[in-house]
C-alpha cells in the first residue's frame, strides 16, 4: 500500500499542476528507514494517496483497490470479501485506477474517513493483521461480516 500511495503522490507531485516548482522524486523513493525525514515524507505520501482514495473512489472501489494493490489479495478473495463475483472484484479495481487518475476531486482533506482509512492502512502493513482493515472496508459498505469466533454472519452499520 504505501507503495502505491507512493506513486499516487509522486503523479500528483509530476502533474501541470505542480511543474512550475522543483519536484522531488527522488525524495519520496531513495531514502534509508532509520533517515526521520525519509519517514516523515513516506507518511506524507501515505496520507496523500489514502485522501486520493476517499476522494475519488467509492467505497467498493476503494476496498477492492486496496486489498488487491495494496495487500495483493487475489480476486477470488476480494469478490468473497466484497459479496460480488471475481469478475466484478476486476471490473471495481479496473475502475478505481481510471477514477484515481481523473481530475479534479472533491477535496476531503481531514476528513474521518480518511484519518480512519490511513490508520487502519498503517496498522496493516506494520502488523501484518489485515482483519480490522477488512472489517472497515466492509462497513463502508454495509455488508454484513462474518465473526471470525462463531462464524455467525452479522450486519455492519454503513
Known amino acids: 500500500m504505501a507503495t502505491t500511495a507512493r506513486h499516487v503522490a509522486l503523479n500528483e507531485l509530476t502533474s501541470a499542476r505542480a511543474r512550475h516548482e522543483a519536484s522531488a522524486p527522488d ?7 532509520d533517515d526521520p525525514s525519509a519517514q516523515a515524507e513516506r507518511a506524507e505520501a501515505l496520507a496523500v494517496g489514502t485522501r486520493r482514495l476517499v476522494e475519488r473512489l467509492t467505497p467498493a472501489q476503494r476496498a477492492a483497490f486496496v486489498l ?19 469478475a466484478g472484484a476486476r471490473q471495481l479495481v479496473s475502475r478505481a485506477r481510471r477514477d484515481l487518475l481523473r481530475s479534479p476531486a472533491q477535496p476531503v482533506e481531514g476528513s474521518a474517513a480518511h484519518r480512519h482509512l ?20 466492509q462497513r463502508d459498505l ?3 461480516t462474518r ?3 462463531s462464524g455467525r454472519r452479522r450486519v455492519t452499520a454503513g
Open 68 to 86: 488487491r494493490v495494496g495487500f495483493g489479495y487475489p480476486y477470488a478473495q476480494i469478490a468473497d470479501l466484497l459479496d460480488t463475483s471475481p
Open 142 to 144: 454495509g455488508l454484513a
Open 27 to 33: 525524495a519520496l523513493g531513495i531514502a534509508t528507514d
Open 147 to 149: 465473526d471470525r469466533r
Open 118 to 137: 490511513l490508520r487502519e492502512l498503517v496498522f496493516a502493513a506494520r502488523t501484518g493483521d489485515l482483519s480490522r482493515l477488512e472489517l472497515l472496508l
